[in-house]
């Protein structure tokens, strides 16, 4: 999810959406978020980023890409897509052999497509609502129809929290793959940051990446263009973009930072 806050950077300007009645809470659990980011979770990612090339970090999230491949094909079997679930096993078999235990990504090049579903995206195919937006302490943005991925994925098709609930070591060594593949997600969105800094308001702009990215994956990448304009607000008779442009550039002039003196 921190990757897709880079989703919002070349669409129309629209304003934030309104229909977040748990905003209060959502603003504080983002606001916990972001400080236990800081704190902990970004120096690390920083850390990892520094010790590694980007061969090895390449080669290590080709490695959670296609160990967590069970989870899209599960999703596509129960959004009745058996094309789906088909071409996501042959890129899963592919990665596992060929590309030795999916360090490598040779199905790519063999022209399989990458495709990632969950259990949030096949409650909507089968019309679930979408529901509040919730940001959740720990985990981050999600909807009351999302949450539900994280307990179902998680307990029936994740082979990493397969692997953690059935082997009982001292000291946990088994939960290491999780938290490294966590590292490696916060890691790939360093780059992505400039983003969220320069947003009139970080919180809005996450939420409504989110939303985007969820979209995007429910319709395959290409939403109708009507859901995007709903999404974004474009419909709303009181919307004026240069009225929310002008409020973006009076934000990013009163918070630009004066240029070092060297």
């Not at 850390?47 to 080669?59: C, E, L, M, Q, S």
């Not at 491949?69 to 096993?89: F, W, Y």
């Not at 990448?221 to 550039?249: H, R, S």
Request: a neutral charge; glycine letters at 6%.
């Amino acid at each position: 999810m921190l990757i897709a806050i880079a989703l919002l950077a070349g669409c129309t300007i629209a304003k934030p959406r309104t229909d977040d009645p748990l905003e209060k809470y959502n603003r504080k659990a983002y606001a916990f978020n972001d400080s236990l980011d800081k704190a902990v979770v970004r120096p690390v990612a920083v850390g990892y980023r520094k010790v590694t090339n980007p061969p090895v970090r390449r080669a290590v999230s080709d490695f959670f890409t296609n160990i967590r491949m069970p989870i899209t094909i599960a999703n596509s079997l129960l959004q009745a897509r058996p094309k789906q679930a088909v071409q996501g096993s042959g890129r899963f078999l592919v990665n596992l052999t060929l590309g030795i235990g999916g360090f490598f990504d040779p199905a790519s090049q063999l022209g399989i497509p990458l495709q990632e579903n969950d259990f949030g995206v096949t409650l909507a195919r089968w019309g679930v609502p979408e529901g509040d937006y919730l940001v959740l302490p720990f985990v981050g943005p999600t909807t009351v129809r999302d949450v539900w991925r994280l307990p179902i994925d998680s307990y029936f098709f994740d082979p990493l929290s397969y692997v953690s609930r059935n082997h009982h070591f001292h000291y946990g060594q088994y939960y290491l793959p999780q938290v490294v593949y966590l590292v490696t997600l916060r890691a790939r969105a360093i780059d992505a940051e400039s983003f969220l800094q320069s947003a009139y308001d970080p919180y809005a702009f996450l939420r409504d990446a989110y939303r985007q990215q969820r979209l995007y994956m429910i319709y395959d990448g290409n939403p109708p263009a009507d859901v995007i304009e709903q999404m974004q607000g474009l419909k709303d008779k009181n919307f004026d973009p240069d009225e929310l442009l002008d409020e973006q550039q009076k934000w990013e002039k009163k918070n630009s930072q004066p240029p070092s003196k060297l």
